[in-house]
């Protein structure tokens, strides 16, 4: 499974959230972390897109893990960020009641 992490700001806080990241905890064992992947847009600013992928069963502590790493960037000007697990088909049917 992943967990996708979708993080914005506005190009005038990106210094503030350069420092931040290097100082935010290390991705632990459990957790593969793709990316950071950059871009941008005249909406929402400086958009950040990362994966992680992880077990299954390390999903409550990664949603944990994810939280308190996010929450290294709160006071920065108009950060914002969402985080969402996302499964595998297979995984998905299961959860509908459906056998794959």
């Given at each position: 499974?992943?967990?996708?992490?979708?993080?914005?700001?506005?190009?005038?806080?990106?210094?503030?959230i350069?420092?931040?990241f290097l100082?935010?905890?290390?991705?632990p064992e459990?957790l593969t972390?793709?990316?950071?992947y950059?871009?941008?847009?005249?909406?929402n600013?400086?958009?950040?897109?990362?994966?992680y992928?992880?077990?299954?069963?390390?999903?409550?502590?990664?949603?944990?893990?994810?939280?308190?790493?996010?929450?290294?960037?709160?006071?920065?000007?108009?950060?914002?960020?969402?985080?969402?697990?996302?499964?595998?088909?297979?995984?998905?049917l299961?959860?509908?009641g459906?056998?794959?």
């Open positions: 499974m992943i967990i996708i992490a979708n993080v914005s700001f506005p190009p005038e806080s990106s210094k503030e350069a420092k931040r100082e935010a905890p290390q991705i459990y972390r793709r990316g950071p950059v871009s941008s847009n005249r909406s600013g400086v958009c950040i897109l990362t994966l992928e992880l077990e299954n069963s390390k999903l409550a502590e990664g949603m944990e893990f994810m939280g308190n790493f996010y929450a290294t960037y709160f006071g920065v000007p108009g950060f914002m960020y969402e985080i969402k697990p996302h499964y595998e088909i297979l995984e998905g299961k959860m509908i459906m056998e794959g």
